[in-house]
């Protein structure tokens, strides 16, 4: 066998793999261009009004039903009577965008060390008032990029020990819209209770 066919052998080898890799690579490259893919949304819009009555029926709290932002939607509303802090809480939360999102806790008998959990690594950085409402700001001392959702919460002690939480990721100024919303629904469930 001479050497040149040995040669021509080892280069045909050569193309041969050099070939099958570009076939390998290009059928790789039809079958993800090609494959169907499930782009809808993983998060689904929960029957917030409903939960909020059902919950406020079985647990006899009063319950803030709020009404989101327009094209927001509701992906969470949950009622906890057994936390592992002992405070009874509501948390509902709201999608506005794929990178908005606001959520709010309404806690029953919080007590210091639970608004101190709530709060930890954040720092009271202002104040938003509403109606005679007084919401406290606080921001996380380490700056996150991106935003964490607990990174800007309000806080609103609206009577004796019970709290509204309201935090997420989003505008400044929806924000305000939610939190005058909750002001507004627990204005009015006062005076109900005053009438009463």
Known sequence: MSDSAARHRARQTIVNLVLALAASVA???VIVITLPRDESNRIKPVAYDSIVAQAASSSG?????VKPL??????????SLTSADAVPNFKAGFVGSNTKYLGYTQAFGGNPTWLAFQLKEKTLTGTF???YYKWDIYQSVVKNDPAKTMDYIMVLNYK???YVLLYGVADKTEYEAFAKEISDRLKKASSIDQTN
């Open 160 to 162: 004796n020990d019970d």
């Open 61 to 65: 709290l009063d319950l803030i039903k």
């Open 129 to 131: 008032e509403y109606s």
């Open 27 to 29: 059928l790789v490259v």
């Open 70 to 79: 327009e094209n927001w939607w509701c992906n969470l509303a949950q009622l």
